[in-house]
Every structure is written in structure tokens, then in C-alpha cells.
């Protein structure tokens, strides 16, 4: 059984930084690709960050690049997204994901991760 839960969100002034954590509390972490996606208030959901199953590929939403970084420890059962030079326009309910399958195009969407876990908030003050 796949369980996600996601911690670290929290209010941060435009320009600070945070990191998310997710913890997996099942025994597949290590084949599972994982992703981080965030929604905000009258928006879809919307891709992130993805990481494969080794952590040696990565990709990230345009809006990001540069900006974020995700990671993972297999051995925690962890994955991170690190988020540095926040903006207003990254404030939003940032969930964390699982997938069965392993990295490609479809990491980049919703309807390629099997698990979620029920979101974190991030507001980023002007």
C-alpha cells in the first residue's frame, strides 16, 4: 500500500525558500517515479517536478527551471522538492505523487501517476 504524505509548506515572503518532503510509507518507493504537482485556487493541476526511480533523470515545468529542485532518498523513502527565489505566483497546494510505470513523457502529467498524497500549502507573500 502506497501512502504519501507530504510536509514542509508553509508562508514565505517573496524571494525565500522551502523544502517540501514526502514520505512514502510503503516498500515500492524505490521503483516508483515520483512527482510533484501543485494547484491553485481556480486552476488545474499542474506538473512540477518528476524524478525516475534512481534519481538520475529529472524534469521540471518551464515555470520552475532553475528555480526548483527535486531529489530523493531511497533509503527515507523521501522525496524533495526544493523551491529557492519563490514567487507570488508559486503560492498553491503542492501534492506529491507516485508512479508505477517507469520515466517518460507521461511523468510530465496527471494521468501518469498512480498515488497521491493530499497536498501541502505554500503561500509566498509580495
Known amino acids: 500500500q502506497v501512502q504519501l504524505v507530504e510536509s514542509g509548506g508553509g508562508l514565505v515572503q517573496a524571494g525565500g525558500s522551502l523544502r517540501l518532503s514526502c514520505a512514502d510509507s510503503g516498500r515500492t518507493f524505490s521503483s516508483q517515479v515520483m512527482g510533484w504537482f501543485r494547484q491553485a485556487p481556480g486552476n488545474e493541476r499542474d506538473f512540477v517536478a518528476a524524478?525516475?526511480?534512481?534519481?538520475?533523470?529529472?524534469s521540471y515545468a518551464d515555470s520552475v527551471k532553475g528555480r526548483f529542485t527535486i531529489s530523493r532518498d531511497n533509503a527515507k523513502n523521501t522525496v524533495y522538492l526544493q523551491m529557492n527565489s519563490l514567487k507570488p505566483e508559486d503560492t498553491a497546494v503542492y501534492y506529491c505523487?507516485?508512479?508505477?510505470?517507469?520515466?517518460?513523457?507521461?511523468?510530465?502529467?496527471?494521468?501518469?501517476?498512480?498515488?497521491w498524497g493530499q497536498g501541502t500549502q505554500v503561500t509566498v507573500s509580495s
Open positions: 524524478i525516475s526511480r534512481r534519481g538520475g533523470i529529472t
Open positions: 505523487a507516485a508512479s508505477r510505470s517507469g520515466y517518460s513523457s507521461e511523468s510530465g502529467y496527471r494521468q501518469g501517476y498512480d498515488y
